[in-house]
T-cell receptor, first 115, second 113 residues
């Protein structure tokens, strides 16, 4: 039973389209995150949610909108996709509340390719 | 702002040998956590080892150990008896009490048979 699951694993789409990536965790964690890994493998945080509340919102274009219907789910919706959005997007979770000393549990990533 | 620096973009080591990956970080905090994550070609992010800053004792996990120098803000990873399965990207990471992890740019480790 996967702890943090992301769907889809691969996504190929055309410029200008709107797409969503879903993430679910069954660890009972309070905090969830989205990270972007670019072509040079650099990992950068985009958003974090704690129990459905937005906590971290890094400098990310408004075309990216996270949505957390409950604390076990954090989805990422991307409008008007651009070539530069091509990357691997990772979802992760942690207990939160300063209890993240064991780090995050990551999903397996979604490779987004915009053509 | 906190930063994490990995100065070795790539390294190679002979199978069964020992290799050390370097990491330095910058912070004004006294309470934080440090991690090493491994990312094999499967792209899964795997936690290798963690260190709590208030603990002076260096963490070890089987063949993996760290050299944590708090004053120098250094956190290197030593892999002993390197195996082919250790080939991967290794990321050094820092986390404050705010639970936000900042990653270094990674070191790609090659294992030579």
């Amino acid at each position: 039973d996967t702890a943090v699951s992301q769907t889809p694993k691969y996504l190929v789409t055309q410029m200008g389209n709107d797409k969503s990536i879903k993430c679910e965790q069954n660890l009972g964690h309070d905090t969830m995150y989205w990270y972007k890994q670019d072509s040079k493998k650099f990992l950068k945080i985009m958003f974090s949610y704690n129990n459905k509340e937005l906590i971290i919102n890094e400098t990310v274009p408004n075309r990216f909108s996270p949505k957390s219907p409950d604390k076990a789910h954090l989805n990422l919706h991307i409008n008007s996709l651009e070539l530069g959005d091509s990357a691997v997007y990772f979802c992760a979770s942690s207990p939160g509340g300063g209890q993240g000393s064991y780090g995050y549990t990551f999903g397996s990533g979604t490779r987004l390719t915009v053509v | 702002a906190q930063t994490v620096t990995q100065s070795q973009p790539e390294m190679s080591v002979q199978e069964a040998e020992t290799v050390t990956l370097s990491c330095t970080y910058d912070t004004s905090e006294s309470d934080y956590y440090l991690f090493w994550y491994k990312q094999p070609p499967s792209r899964q992010m795997i936690l290798v080892i963690r260190q709590e800053a208030y603990k002076q004792q260096n963490a070890t996990e089987n063949r993996f150990s760290v050299n944590f120098q708090k004053a120098a803000k250094s956190f290197s990873l030593k892999i002993s008896d390197s195996q082919l399965g250790d080939a991967a990207m290794y990321f050094c990471a820092y986390m404050n009490r705010d639970d936000k992890i900042i990653f270094g740019k990674g070191t790609r480790l090659h294992i030579l048979p």
